[in-house]
């Protein structure tokens, strides 16, 4: 079975940090592009990161530029989401995602949410003292 996996949400003090896997299952990473999505209640599906098949390239929104690290270790078939500083206004479910054929060059944009292959089923990330 083909799938992504999320996990290391949870709730932290703003302020604080946390780390998301993205692990995949029935198929290697090495040739996808990964996205990081949230989505908070009552609101649209954000894009918030994205980063290269081969890591050297990576895309950020403007909200968590400077706070938020997405990584990869193809070895372990994984990808990260290092979040720091977080925010109230980061509380949402957090995504990831497999593109494969967009082809998009990420240092310029990540691909739009239809570009994607897989979707894992999300993690619940709470910011809140």
């Known amino acids: 079975q083909l799938q992504l996996v999320e996990s290391g949400g949870g709730l932290v003090q703003p302020g604080g940090s946390l780390r998301l896997s993205c692990a995949a299952s029935?198929?290697?990473?090495?040739?996808?592009?990964i996205g990081w999505f949230r989505q908070a209640p009552g609101k649209e599906r954000e894009g918030v990161s994205c980063?290269?098949?081969?890591?050297?390239?990576?895309n950020y929104a403007d909200s968590v530029k400077g706070r938020f690290t997405i990584s990869r270790d193809n070895a372990k078939n994984t990808v990260y989401l290092q979040m720091n500083s977080l925010k109230p206004e980061d509380t949402a479910v957090y995504y990831c995602?497999?593109?494969?054929?967009?082809?998009?060059?990420?240092?310029?944009?990540?691909?739009?949410?239809?570009?994607?292959?897989?979707w894992g089923q999300g993690t619940q990330v709470t910011v809140s003292s």
């Open positions: 995602a497999a593109d494969i054929t967009s082809a998009l060059d990420v240092q310029a944009m990540c691909p739009a949410p239809p570009w994607y292959d897989y």
């Open positions: 029935g198929f290697t990473l090495d040739y996808y592009v």
């Open positions: 980063i290269s098949s081969s890591g050297g390239s990576t």
